[in-house]
């Protein structure tokens, strides 16, 4: 297996993670339980921010979601009041194409490409010196958030992420 490889494998979890988030249209605000935690919109919003600012450092460009940082970024907190986010359905809709724009930069650089030094570098964040460490740990971060997904999912009476079945429990 190949470096690339194993990105896209994780680029595909955090993916799938993605389309579980989408169900949760009906409910983007629900909190997980009265101890407080992150609804489907902060999570939505925060992946997206990020996904964004791993383009500022693999590509150079200016993050497109610069504006919702103080909203989903680091230090933010969730809040109750719909009227705070830009519409659940623009982020996911906006996470998707830069998600694309991902798979799409390691269609064109491949394997070679992972070596890359990245752009620029987050001020005293290790890590992100090459172009397929940045990818990796922001499919990564993506994979980490669907814990609290799940979370989510389960307060809003849905299926958890993963249902095992009885062969694969008996296993």
């Not at 249209?25 to 935690?37: E, I, M, Q, V």
């Not at 009227?83 to 809709?93: I, K, N, Q, R, T």
């Not at 990796?136 to 958030?145: L, P, S, T, V, Y």
């Amino acid at each position: 297996m190949q470096a690339i490889d194993a990105i896209r494998i994780t680029l595909k979890f955090s993916d799938m993670g993605m389309k579980y988030l989408g169900e949760m249209s009906d409910a983007p605000l629900l909190r997980p339980g009265p101890w407080g935690g992150n609804h489907a919109m902060w999570i939505a919003g925060h992946l997206t921010v990020v996904e964004g600012r791993l383009h500022q450092r693999i590509r150079g460009m200016p993050n497109p979601v610069h504006g919702w940082k103080p909203l989903f970024d680091w230090g933010s907190e969730p809040v109750d009041d719909p009227a705070a986010y830009p519409p659940f359905e623009e982020v996911l809709v906006k996470f998707k194409e830069l998600r694309e724009q991902t798979h799409a930069f390691l269609n064109e650089f491949g394997e070679e490409g992972l070596d890359r030094p990245t752009k620029c570098q987050p001020p005293g964040f290790s890590g992100f010196e090459t172009v397929g460490a940045a990818i990796i740990i922001i499919a990564g971060h993506a994979c980490g958030h669907l814990g609290g997904l799940n979370v989510v999912r389960a307060a809003a009476g849905k299926q958890r992420l993963f249902v095992p079945s009885k062969e694969l429990r008996a296993f």
